[in-house]
């Protein structure tokens, strides 16, 4: 939308017809949707970088910071991240100071499960 109105605005101060300029930005407007829509999948795309910081997480132990209503607030890389108990682990009750598994991350929420394994270092 932006480049039509940019070529409307230059058809504009051309010095033609008003309805030339809306003829012109009529034109541009349909044209161009298919290439912002084709720019905006590449975007949206997982990167292999992306792919990576999910990995990375997995399996990692936090600590329960505080819990409430919408979720937990776990101490993770030296920061407070929210985070929620996957829906296979059920409801279990969580209290602070527990210390928690991370399954996967979902956009900046940890997905969070016990501790499965017995491990030395804890977050």
């Known amino acids: 939308m932006a480049t039509a109105l940019a070529v409307g605005s230059g058809v504009a101060f ?49 600590r329960v910071e505080s819990t409430s209503a919408e979720g937990l607030r776990v101490a993770y890389r030296g920061s407070v991240w929210q985070g929620r108990l996957i829906k296979e682990h059920g409801k279990a009750p969580v209290k602070p100071g527990d210390v928690l598994q991370i399954a996967s991350r979902e956009g900046n929420d940890l997905l969070l499960t016990p501790v499965i394994e017995s491990r030395n270092s804890e977050t």
């Open 14 to 62: 051309s010095g033609l017809s008003s309805s030339r300029v809306f003829g012109a930005v009529g034109v541009t407007a349909p044209l161009g949707l298919p290439a912002a829509h084709m720019i905006r999948r590449r975007l949206s795309k997982p990167t292999a970088a992306s792919a990576s910081f999910v990995t990375e997480d997995t399996g990692n132990l936090v």
